[in-house]
């Protein structure tokens, strides 16, 4: 369900990216891009299909794609091996995978804090219950 859920989200992202605007959305698959070492949702052929490469019509990707060792990358499709070949929508569900563990893992050592919290609670009142030394001395309306 989560691989679903971030296939749509981003191919809508990936729609609206317009890498000559500063917006979120460029800023945003040009940063995972590169943080990722990814190109393209699947590929970097699926940027093919965006608005973006058509309006730009140099057959070429974001620099985002080109791998960080070269500095004379164009982006250009002509020169494939200059961009990262595995898609980001894998990675990015890998990614957020490992962050749900890390939650799940959290969760689950509050649960035992909190059951081992109830359990000497209980044990001290079982105690309580049972030894006199426990009971209130009332003598004439006060405590002693």
């Given at each position: 369900q989560v691989e679903d859920e971030v296939d749509h989200s981003i191919r809508k992202v990936y729609n609206g990216y317009n890498g000559t605007n500063p917006d979120a959305a460029s800023r945003a698959i040009d940063y995972v891009q590169r943080q990722l070492r990814c190109c393209g949702i699947h590929?970097?052929?699926d940027w093919e299909n965006t608005v973006w490469f058509k309006q730009t019509?140099?057959?070429?990707v974001p620099l985002s794609c080109c791998k960080a060792a070269l500095s004379n990358c164009t982006g250009s499709l002509t020169r494939p091996m200059d961009l990262?070949?595995?898609?980001?929508?894998?990675?990015?569900?890998?990614?957020l995978q490992e962050i749900m563990m890390y939650v799940i893992w959290a969760a689950l050592a509050f649960a035992a804090i909190q059951l081992l919290g109830m359990l000497c609670a209980c044990i001290v009142l079982c105690r309580r219950s049972r030894d006199p030394a426990y009971e209130l001395l009332i003598t004439g309306g006060t405590y002693a």
């Open positions: 590929n970097y052929s019509k140099n057959n070429s990262y070949s595995e898609g980001c929508e894998a990675l990015v569900v890998k990614k």
